[in-house]
């Protein structure tokens, strides 16, 4: 009787085992370190630490920091037209859910994804940070959308070309709209995208548009918008729900030549934006917090265009972007007494070396001019980026 028991206990466990192996196949586990140095002038901004502090960094003009910007996990998981993924970031700053989505595709042109996403919206959100060839994405873009992602569900729609080098996508979806901190009510934003793709042997063209529709809670009795120039307050109810509204529009070219691949691309957006009269930014457009009031409507424009020239028979990729970011349209310069107002530009220029597929290195510089009035004077605030990436 106990050789009979025995015997069924390692049956389920070679059971168990097999079963487990045959679902690691369906695995798949990948990810990236990076690595950063920064170097600032002392009114400019880093990714990895605090601003500048005279009593903790010194009577200085610069000062530096140094980390783990990101360090992704993710883990992915594909069978019988379904799958899931699970993406955190890990850091010295502790642990950060991502991505948590469940994925239905039903058909070769239908695609079905519920969870965490990635925001689908513009061409630079959607595209792997580690293959970013600044060190980050657009500044407009990660105000607008901290953290690149949102909780929601999306449908994604594709043409079904004859010719595989070809792709028309259309998504569409809601989002809760507060980045990956938790709901606070029933109301949702509406994103859509739509996008064609050639990919040739010498010639690659990328189109696309996209829209965002929805609303941030103003817990405020009092809404400010600008009237002749002038910021202007108007009553209304606590808790209205002020229009969140973006419209962008997007190109990608790329050409093989005799240096190597040249790429250009570019992207713009504008719309409206409430938010706090000290943070242009949408971290958490569901507050209902008095003091996150998003009682500042804004009208905004930003765009970008990056150049990329890989070489060819060298390890090396020279990288130009200039970006241009008015976080209020409706007021010039000369009227402007809020920093968040301000107009930046931006001309960025550096230097990617791949020594091999898994081990990176970028050197990038942040020349950023404001724009200028009696009141706010041109900042010292230029950045030195070096950054280190492992990818596994």
Known sequence: MKIIKNIIIYAVILLVCSTTMAQLENMRLNGYVQTDFELAGKDGQTYLGPAYSKAKDGDVDYFFRYGVYRGLIRATFEKDKGSGALEINVTEAGVIPLVAFLQFDPYSW??????????DYGFELMYPSSLLETVERTNYTRLLFPKEHDLGFKFTLSYPFKEKN?????SFGMMSGNGINKIADKNMNFLSHLKYDY????????LGASYYEGSTNNADTLIYKVNSGVWQAEEVQANQKNTRRYVGFEFQL???????????RGEATFGKQPSRQDNFASQDGNSYNQNDAFSYQRNFLGYYLCYIQKFEKLPLSFVAKYSYFDKNT??????????NDLAMHDLGLGVVWDFNKHIK???????ILNETNTLFKQLNDDVVHLRLQYKF
């Open 110 to 119: 239908l695609s079905f994804q519920g969870g965490l996403l990635n925001v």
């Open 166 to 170: 070809k792709n028309l996508s259309f």
């Open 199 to 206: 990919k040739g042997d010498v010639f690659s063209l990328g």
């Open 254 to 264: 790329g050409y093989h030549n005799i240096l190597g691949l040249s790429s250009l």
């Open 330 to 339: 409706d007021l010039s310069a000369s009227q402007v007494n809020n920093w």
């Open 361 to 367: 290195a970028l050197l990038f510089y942040d020349k």
